[in-house]
């Protein structure tokens, strides 16, 4: 993870702007409502808006200052809207909320009874149908391995399965 957003000029590499948060970033995906400012989550639930020339607009969402809670981020929504993931440190379950991306209001907050959580997708459910902001969330996994005794520990510390949820 990092604390520090970098921009520079797609035309030279030249230094734009720096920022530094006062969170931990983790697997960053930026967004950009296309105003010129930028959006972006920590792995704490932090939601920042910076400004074309990296000045803070807004930020919403828990201070956790510099700690690393979760592999969480956040999407853009059609709707004016930007969705948030992420889990408190040391605590089971997930959170999701909405904040407005004109001022970082909080539209609405949810705990969810699972352990991790990845960046949300928010769009239609078909044509015409609900906007839904979709969450991949399940047991915490470990790497791969081809190792058996090993695989076989780890599901027994999480009560004999994992389980892999899209929740909508």
Same mark, same amino acid.
């Given at each position: 993870g990092t604390d520090t957003v970098v921009v520079v000029s797609a035309v030279d590499g030249a230094l734009l702007w720096d920022y530094t948060t006062d969170e931990v970033l983790w697997n960053f995906s930026p967004a950009s409502p296309e105003d010129g400012s930028v959006?972006?989550?920590?792995?704490?639930?932090?939601?920042?808006?910076?400004?074309?020339?990296?000045?803070?607009?807004?930020? @919403?969402?828990?201070?956790?200052?510099? *700690?690393?809670?979760?592999?969480?981020?956040?999407?853009?929504?059609?709707?004016?809207?930007?969705?948030?993931?992420? @889990? =408190?440190?040391?605590?089971?379950?997930?959170?999701?909320?909405?904040? *407005?991306?004109?001022?970082?209001?909080?539209?609405?907050?949810? =705990?969810?009874?699972?352990?991790?959580?990845?960046y949300p997708a928010v769009g239609r459910l078909g044509p015409g149908g609900p906007l839904a902001v979709v969450v991949g969330v399940g047991d915490w996994i470990m790497a791969p391995s081809f190792n058996a005794s090993m695989e076989k520990e780890h599901l027994q510390r999480h009560g004999g399965a994992l389980r892999k949820w899209g929740v909508a």
């Open positions: 959006m972006f989550s920590g792995s704490c639930g932090g939601v920042y808006r910076l400004g074309a020339t990296g000045g803070l607009l807004w930020r @919403a969402g828990p201070h956790t200052r510099w *700690a690393m809670c979760s592999n969480g981020g956040g999407a853009l929504g059609p709707d004016g809207m930007y969705y948030a993931t992420w @889990a =408190e440190k040391d605590v089971k379950g997930i959170k999701l909320a909405a904040y *407005a991306v004109a001022d970082g209001a909080l539209g609405w907050t949810r =705990e969810l009874p699972y352990e991790a959580t990845n």
